[in-house]
């Protein structure tokens, strides 16, 4: 029986981000993964500002290690497609003059190892990999037991910062956390080498095709030359149109006058592989006796862009600061607890809850339409399209009504 005072299930973005912070503050912790890493983690593969901003938080040598890695490239911008096939070409602008790469585009074999590596080189974090915890038990003393599936691993743990996703064992049976037809997004990813077209500037493409809203087709560009392609649509949305969105995504590529020349020639790599996004259009309680939920643990992805890893990374931030002042205190009540949720939805709620109400417009496909229309030839609305991803104020900006009418009548923007 391993005694710890902290223990983190689960060691992806989420998981490692809250680990590492926990080392830089001098605290030790126990680090569990069913897996072994490097290993794949089924996801759009793009890395946006904002975890250039977390990964900053962590070391300030982090950014530059990972732009000058050639697991990624960067991305400068993104290529929006309307439902009626009018193309945006939006460049990103780093902010202050700075010359940085705003994002990258890089597996998530890759991205996750990458910060694996640098849990591994903390001696403040033990780290076991390939243990699948699956027995959660509460002590009369107020800690928690922990078993592997095959009893070979025993923990006990004063707090634990679950990290192991939304269908987990500890986040269904536990936290009591169901699956949300309304609240969750049915995904599929796959690879493929020498799609045709793309942007030499490594933009993302986001194709708002009618067939897949509210979601979008995604393509983002990867190192040698390969491409993450994939979809994703609002899972009640698959389950009231009946779609099959495997068939529907092989159908659209074949097919769509805008895809199906791009990728006559390309190659596909592997499977199609599904996954699902718990969106955080709903607010979920982020802690309980004696734990905390981290990034899709917690619902946390973006309802809108289906961003998940930076709001992983945030949420292992701030567990990382709430466990250390848990211990401190000797106190890991749900209500000393619930200070954590509080600091969460701080940093996200708002954003959250802009992308949620930016969700539902992605019903009106003429809206979409309308609005890539007066910004093939409105330099400000394009810009405001491009800083919708992030810049709070000029996303609730576009859940405004009066921003439409001042579009639709020639205003100022």
Same mark, same amino acid.
């Given at each position: 029986?391993?005694?710890?005072?902290?223990?983190?299930?689960?060691?992806?973005?989420?998981?490692?981000?809250?680990?590492?912070?926990?080392? /830089?503050?001098?605290?030790?912790?126990?680090?569990?993964?069913?897996?072994?890493?490097?290993?794949?983690?089924?996801?759009?593969?793009?890395?946006?500002?904002?975890?250039?901003?977390?990964?900053?938080?962590?070391?300030?040598?982090?950014?530059?290690?990972?732009? *000058?890695?050639?697991?990624?490239?960067? *991305?400068?911008?993104?290529?929006f497609f309307a439902p009626n096939g009018r193309r945006l070409s939006i460049p990103f602008k780093p902010t202050g003059g700075s010359t940085d790469v705003v994002g990258h585009v890089a597996k998530r074999l890759d991205f996750d190892n990458f910060l694996l590596e640098?849990?591994?080189?903390?001696?403040?974090?033990?780290?076991?990999?390939?243990?699948?915890?699956?027995?959660?038990?509460?002590?009369?003393?107020?800690?928690?037991?922990?078993?592997?599936?095959?009893?070979?691993?025993?923990?006990?743990?004063?707090?634990?910062?679950?990290a192991n996703g939304a269908q987990s064992a500890f986040v269904r049976q536990v936290a009591g956390h169901a699956l949300e037809p309304a609240h969750h997004c049915a995904g599929l990813r796959t690879y493929y080498q020498g799609v045709t077209g793309l942007n030499p500037a490594s933009f993302i493409e986001l194709h708002f095709l009618e067939e897949f809203l509210p979601g979008y087709l995604w393509i983002f560009p990867l190192p040698n030359g390969q491409a993450n392609v994939g979809?994703?649509?609002?899972? *009640?949305?698959?389950? #009231?149109?009946?779609?099959?969105?495997?068939?529907?995504?092989?159908?659209?590529?074949?097919?769509?006058?805008?895809?199906?020349?791009?990728?006559?020639?390309?190659?596909?790599?592997?499977?199609?592989?599904?996954?699902?996004?718990?969106?955080?259009?709903?607010?979920?309680?982020?802690?309980?006796?004696?734990?905390?939920?981290?990034?899709? *643990?917690?619902?946390?992805?973006?309802?809108?862009?289906?961003?998940?890893?930076?709001?992983?990374?945030? #949420?292992?931030?701030?567990?990382?600061?709430?466990?250390?002042?848990?211990?401190?205190? /000797?106190?890991?009540?749900?209500?000393?607890?619930?200070?954590?949720?509080?600091?969460?939805?701080?940093?996200?709620?708002?954003?959250?809850?802009? #992308?949620?109400?930016?969700?539902?417009?992605?019903?009106?496909?003429?809206?979409?339409?309308?609005?890539?229309?007066?910004?093939? /030839?409105?330099?400000?609305?394009?810009?405001?399209?491009?800083?919708?991803?992030?810049?709070?104020?000029?996303?609730?900006?576009?859940?405004?009504?009066?921003?439409?009418?001042?579009?639709?009548?020639?205003?100022?923007?």
């Open positions: 029986m391993r005694e710890v005072d902290i223990c983190i299930l689960g060691a992806g973005p989420g998981g490692a981000t809250a680990a590492l912070h926990l080392a /830089n503050a001098g605290q030790r912790c126990l680090l569990v993964d069913r897996a072994t890493f490097p290993r794949d983690k089924i996801c759009g593969d793009a890395l946006s500002g904002k975890v250039v901003m977390e990964l900053r938080r962590i070391g300030a040598d982090l950014p530059g290690k990972l732009a *000058a890695s050639p697991m990624q490239v960067p *991305a400068w911008g993104i290529d640098e849990v591994r080189r903390r001696p403040e974090i033990e780290l076991l990999e390939g243990v699948d915890i699956t027995r959660h038990e509460r002590t009369a003393a107020g800690r928690w037991n922990l078993a592997s599936t095959d009893g070979a691993v025993e923990i006990s743990a004063k707090l634990l910062l679950v979809v994703g649509m609002l899972t *009640a949305a698959v389950s #009231s149109k009946k779609i099959n969105l495997r068939e529907r995504l092989h159908e659209i590529l074949a097919t769509h006058p805008a895809l199906k020349d791009r990728f006559a020639t390309a190659e596909r790599l592997g499977p199609v592989r599904g996954f699902g996004l718990p969106l955080g259009s709903k607010r979920r309680a982020l802690s309980g006796e004696g734990y905390m939920l981290l990034g899709d *643990a917690g619902s946390l992805i973006d309802p809108f862009t289906g961003e998940g890893i930076s709001h992983a990374m945030v #949420s292992g931030r701030h567990a990382a600061d709430w466990a250390a002042q848990a211990l401190a205190a /000797n106190n890991v009540a749900p209500s000393f607890l619930r200070q954590y949720d509080a600091a969460v939805y701080r940093r996200l709620g708002q954003e959250l809850r802009l #992308s949620h109400a930016m969700q539902r417009l992605l019903n009106y496909p003429w809206l979409f339409n309308f609005i890539a229309n007066r910004a093939t /030839n409105n330099p400000t609305l394009a810009a405001t399209l491009s800083s919708m991803f992030v810049d709070l104020d000029l996303r609730e900006r576009l859940r405004q009504p009066s921003f439409y009418l001042k579009l639709l009548f020639g205003g100022k923007l």
